[in-house]
């Protein structure tokens, strides 16, 4: 028999395929294309303390194999969130992971507090790829930063913590070694690529915040490096994300050192395959002849 559950230090999971922030809405948008209850989780747009109206348009563009967006993390708040969006979420019969980002650590404490007294919610992500007011850089670009946050959150909230980095920087290992050593239960590599479209004619950028966040097949080999390197030195669980959107895809990324994976932009042009993918995992098991997750491991 298969064995899909995964189990990220504290995080336990029905299996590893998961839907990632930004691309799945609050879960209500998909309801008509995916049976909730068969992912391993979901997890929905990421919230702050406020609500934001996120960047200027146009928000996204396409480009060859992949996608720029610069939405500026556009929601309606943690209240919000916390009425309208939670009890829908925690009654689809599957783990539920709340995604937030704070303007410093203060507000990280915040959320995370209130989300900790939820009921229902299996975890929590931090989206650290986001600027630290207090700072200027973005959180997850500097160990320190990456690491206060991630142990203020831990010792203000019981549930398991995982820490969301930026493959922005020189060395992801530093970052997620500093999140590890903080108490993350997890590390999801990664959030998007900064890059930039330009309209030659108009002589302009063509993201109305000018740069963006590049993401879908294009950055898979990026992603895979990030899964590798990470997973040769630091003890964490991984959650690999970053232009998955096959059956092969998601196996690249387990052989490669993660535990569980996020299905991101393939969501925008397949709605359902997260669920085919979760349908095709029991026979790429048992091509490599293994019967759990666990047992994946890169061939020496
Ligand atoms: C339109 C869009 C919006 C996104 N919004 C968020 C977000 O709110 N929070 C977050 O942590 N990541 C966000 N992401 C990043 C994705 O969750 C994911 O890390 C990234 O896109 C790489 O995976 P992919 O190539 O499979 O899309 C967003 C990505 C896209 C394309």
């Not at 007294?117 to 207090?134: Q, R, T």
């Not at 200027?136 to 990456?146: L, R």
């Not at 890059?195 to 063509?206: H, L, S, T, V």
């Not at 232009?243 to 490669?256: C, P, R």
Request: proline share 6%.
């Amino acid at each position: 028999m298969t064995q899909l559950t995964v189990q990220l230090n504290r995080l336990q999971l029905a299996n590893p395929i998961l839907v990632a922030s930004g691309t799945f809405g609050y879960a209500r948008e998909m309801a008509a294309y995916v049976d909730f209850a068969r992912l391993g989780g979901i997890i929905p747009k990421t919230i702050t303390a406020e609500p934001r109206r996120g960047n200027p348009p146009p928000r996204t563009v396409e480009t060859p194999s992949g996608m720029l967006n610069s939405i500026g993390l556009d929601n309606d708040g943690i209240d919000y969130f916390i009425e309208t969006h939670i009890p829908y979420l925690t009654s689809l019969g599957t783990s539920v992971i709340a995604n937030i980002a704070g303007r410093n650590v203060d507000e990280f404490v915040q959320m995370a507090s209130r989300l900790g007294e939820m009921e229902g919610l299996a975890a929590l992500e931090l989206n650290i790829s986001c600027p630290n007011v207090s700072g200027g850089v973005d959180f997850g670009t500097n160990p320190e930063m990456a690491a206060d946050v991630v142990s203020s959150v831990r010792g203000a909230c019981d549930l398991p913590i995982i820490a969301k980095l930026t493959p922005n920087v020189t060395s992801i290992v530093t970052i997620a070694q500093a999140a590890a050593d903080a108490g993350a239960d997890a590390v999801s590599l990664i959030n998007t690529f900064l890059g930039m479209a330009i309209d030659w004619r108009r002589r302009r950028p063509i993201l109305g915040n000018k740069l963006g966040g590049l993401s879908g097949p294009a950055i898979k080999p990026l992603a895979l490096r990030c899964v590798y390197q990470v997973a040769q030195s630091v003890e964490v669980p991984i959650i690999g994300v970053g232009g998955i959107g096959t059956i092969d895809d998601v196996m690249e990324f387990l052989v490669a050192g993660a535990s569980a994976v996020q299905i991101g932009t393939a969501n925008f042009y397949n709605p359902s395959v997260s669920e085919r993918l979760v349908d095709e995992l029991p026979t790429a098991l048992s091509e490599l002849r293994v019967t759990s997750i666990s047992e994946i491991e890169l061939s020496e």
